[in-house]
């Protein structure tokens, strides 16, 4: 089987690096590839960039390469409609406890730790040295920024984005569809559809756009 890279990208090409450490240490893949119909280059550093309808006649995995929740969640819904498994990165150095759960399409990258009794749904993303307290739960497409600190028994809903080095304090709830800022500290819950910014985090306003990059 092959390991498909849905996005080309700068994170796409972290995704690729990631997957050749793992590849390294335990060899999973028959070859890596990258999934990407708007990428104007064929090649990315020495790896074949393909289209998405090029990709269905190939026995693949696929694993989402692409920051924004909401365009993780599309193209994790249109890979799996064709019947196409979701593949989980896991770095060798991740920390990680037999009694936490990690759902399909999961990037955990180097450095990350994951406490007891922790879910992640679907197609999560851990960026490097992210953590994750005990009894915490991160819904599908969510993605953790580099440095994130999460306390125990935190609630994260579907599609949520947080930035570099924010920390959760414990037993806090993230609603659907938040983009918590880079540097927030979030002391009390935050209600779905906003974006939280700042020391102590306030809701600036709604997340209509439903976009980080812009």
Not at 32 to 47: C, Q, S, W
Not at 89 to 111: E, Y
Request: charged share 20%; net charge neutral; with cysteine.
């Amino acid at each position: 089987m092959k390991l498909a890279i849905y996005g080309a990208g700068g994170l796409g090409r972290e995704v690729l690096v990631l997957a050749q450490r793992i590849q390294h240490a335990a060899p999973r893949w028959d070859e890596m590839l990258f999934i990407d119909d708007i990428a104007p280059n064929r090649e990315v550093k020495g790896t074949a960039v393909i289209t998405f309808e090029q990709a269905l006649s190939q026995d693949i995995a696929v694993v989402i390469a692409v920051g924004e929740p909401e365009a993780r969640a599309r193209l994790a819904e249109k890979v799996l409609r064709q019947g196409i498994p979701l593949a989980t990165l896991i770095h060798p150095d991740v920390v990680l406890t037999d009694c936490s759960r990690i759902g399909a399409g999961c990037v955990l990258s180097a450095g990350v730790f994951i406490s007891c009794d922790v879910v992640l749904g679907q197609n999560v993303y851990l960026q490097p040295y992210s953590s994750v307290g005990h009894d915490c739960q991160v819904g599908n497409h969510s993605v953790l920024s580099t440095y994130v600190t999460m306390g125990g028994n935190c609630l994260i809903g579907e599609r949520v984005f947080i930035g570099m080095s924010a920390v959760i304090q414990q037993r806090v709830t993230v609603g659907k569809d938040v983009i918590i800022g880079m540097g927030a500290a979030v002391f009390n819950s935050v209600q779905e559809g906003v974006i939280a910014l700042g020391n102590p985090a306030r809701v600036m306003r709604k997340n209509d756009e439903k976009r980080v990059f812009k």
